[in-house]
């Protein structure tokens, strides 16, 4: 077996990327990941390709999507406080390793392994060991190249575990997710909630429709040149709004219009708002949205309730609407935990984390309990 970086996902077969990616989460399959690369959304800021491949012979058994960086910007989990006490103390922070999906804090798979590979001698290799293999793999690159530290972003469960054996330190923080109970429609769901949250949400959508503002929800494959730049248009407006970076091109977005649910919110014959949703196998992921007027509640139709009905008509199992903002409680997303593994290479500096993060941990335990106070489900549906 044999261990190899590359800067290009293109040096990788598609198939043999996929085939252990599999066809749950978008973002780790290879046509979003070589869109990105593709489609001049890394280097201009920051973000320079060292994916982690293992192969037996010619057949890739283990991958992990690997970046250099020389900033933290894009990430989502949060680590300027440590570059700034490196830089205090006449240390560098950057470069360093971070497996993740650039511009994208989703939870998914990061070390991606067959599940049924059997070796030359006809024994089958445990996806453990290969995971194993992955971290250790990536652990000798960051010391062999100097690198601070090496952090694994927004990663399931299982790859967590494999993480914490391996001796990383583990931080959590949280999101806000909607979970579909089988509801049959969007007035089933609402009749989970408490009294006053029913009320609210039935306010909201209702200042929409009397404001005579249409939605359109669309898949991204059957826009036309007109409506890409509508929507691109809106994607931009919301960071230059926010003194921000549109990071992701035009040309990425037309890349993987398949995975894309575009929702657009017309008023008067003009469009005045839109929101870009990625879809997955069993969970829609809400990612970006731009309006050109205050609208009322407007933002929580295009953000939230539009995509609450989608995924209940397609039976899909959760939405993940985006990053923080506790507002998404009172309209059904619950606090959800996301994990992230981190190695740091100097040992004094990994000795002061490790105490931060054990201080860190017992306040966002005690931040959670207060966030799940605010549940908007009535107390027999908050226990299922």
Same mark, same amino acid.
Request: charged share 25%; net charge negative; glycine share 6%.
């Given at each position: ?99 993740? *999906?650039?511009?994208?804090? +989703?939870? !998914?798979?990061? &070390?991606?392994?067959?599940? /049924?590979?059997?070796? %030359? @001698? ?37 790859? *967590?575990?494999?993480?914490? +054996?391996? !001796?990383?330190? &583990?931080?959590?923080?949280? /999101?806000?997710?909607? %979970? @579909? ?204």
């Amino acid at each position: 077996m044999k261990v190899i970086f590359t800067d290009n996902i293109a040096s990788v077969e598609e198939q043999q990327w996929n085939r252990l990616a599999g066809d749950q989460n978008p973002f780790i399959q290879y046509d979003f990941l070589n869109a990105l690369e593709q489609n001049d959304c890394l280097q201009p800021w920051g973000w320079y390709p060292q994916h982690c491949l293992l192969y037996d012979g010619d057949t890739l058994i283990g991958a992990c999507p690997a970046y250099i960086k020389d900033n933290s910007y894009g990430e989502f989990v949060f680590d300027w406080a440590w570059a700034d006490a490196y830089q205090r103390n006449g240390l560098d922070y950057y470069p360093k390793l971070v497996t993740a *999906i650039p511009f994208t804090p +989703a939870q !998914g798979p990061r &070390l991606l392994a067959s599940k /049924q590979h059997i070796d %030359s @001698n006809g024994k089958p290799v445990d996806s453990r060991d290969i995971k194993r293999g992955l971290i250790d793999a990536m652990l000798a690159f960051a010391e062999k190249n100097d690198l601070s530290s090496a952090h694994f972003l927004f990663c399931e469960n299982d790859d *967590i575990e494999q993480l914490s +054996a391996a !001796g990383l330190m &583990l931080r959590y923080d949280y /999101q806000y997710h909607w %979970s @579909n109970h089988g509801y049959e429609n969007f007035d089933d769901f609402l009749s989970r909630l408490t009294s006053k949250r029913r009320k609210n949400i039935r306010r909201e959508r209702r200042k929409v429709s009397e404001g005579d503002v249409r939605i359109e929800n669309i898949r991204g494959d059957r826009l036309d040149d007109e409506q890409w730049q509508l929507l691109y248009a809106f994607y931009r407006v919301t960071f230059m709004k926010k003194s921000g970076a549109p990071t992701l091109t035009l040309d990425f977005f037309r890349a993987v219009a398949h995975k894309i649910r575009a929702i657009f919110a017309y008023h008067e014959n003009r469009t005045v708002a839109a929101a870009i949703c990625f879809e997955g196998a069993d969970t829609l992921y809400g990612r970006h949205w731009g309006c050109s007027d205050n609208y009322d509640s407007l933002h929580f139709e295009v953000c939230y309730y539009t995509g609450i009905e989608y995924c209940i008509e397609k039976k899909l199992q959760v939405f993940e609407p985006g990053a923080q903002g506790e507002h998404k409680i009172w309209r059904g997303f619950l606090p959800t935990k996301t994990r992230s593994a981190h190695w740091i290479a100097d040992a004094s500096f990994k000795h002061a984390i490790e105490d931060f993060l054990r201080r860190e941990s017992a306040a966002m335990a005690h931040h959670g309990e207060l966030l799940l106070e605010s549940s908007p489900y009535r107390i027999s549906e908050a226990k299922n």
